[in-house]
């Protein structure tokens, strides 16, 4: 159920930054459902391995350095979606990191909203 109530979080969260964003493109619900799977699998085994190799860069800027990696995930689940068929396009790289930071805040606050307990 955890699974489930995450991967809804994460595809609502998606389709925020799509429609507030202008530089990120998607072709519908089914185009969002395909990228919140494959968005949920690139930030479960790509990005571990990434922070691992960029843990100095992630001390050295107290943190944010994590929100480049936060957009690089996004651009990678763009590129790996595109070449697998599935419409969803992200313009630029500044589009990525607005997208990213968007997507955390929304993925953040629905998850407080909907977690057991209410809290």
Same mark, same amino acid.
């Given at each position: 159920?955890? +699974?489930?109530?995450? &991967? ?6 998606? !389709? ?7 530089? #990120? ?5 089914? /185009? #969002?459902?395909?990228?919140?799977? +494959? &968005? ?5 085994? #790509?990005?571990? @391995? ?6 100095? &860069? *992630?001390?050295?800027? +107290?943190?944010? @350095?994590?929100?480049? *990696?936060? =957009? ?13 068929? #599935?419409?969803?396009?992200?313009? /630029? &790289?500044?589009? !990525? @990191?607005?997208?990213?930071?968007? *997507? /955390? *805040? ?6 407080? =909203? ?6």
């Amino acid at each position: 159920m955890a +699974l489930l109530l995450a &991967f809804v979080v994460n595809a609502l969260a998606l !389709a925020a930054a799509a429609w507030l964003l202008p530089g #990120i493109h998607t072709g519908g619900l089914g /185009s #969002i459902a395909a990228t919140a799977v +494959l &968005f949920g699998l690139v930030n479960m085994l #790509i990005r571990p @391995f990434v922070k691992l190799l960029s843990c100095g &860069f *992630i001390v050295l800027t +107290l943190g944010l @350095f994590t929100l480049v *990696i936060n =957009a690089a995930m996004l651009l990678l689940t763009a590129w790996i979606g595109r070449h697998l068929g #599935i419409d969803f396009r992200v313009d /630029s &790289f500044l589009t !990525a @990191f607005l997208g990213a930071l968007l *997507i /955390s *805040i929304v993925s953040m606050v629905l998850s407080l =909203a909907v977690r057991p307990g209410g809290r």
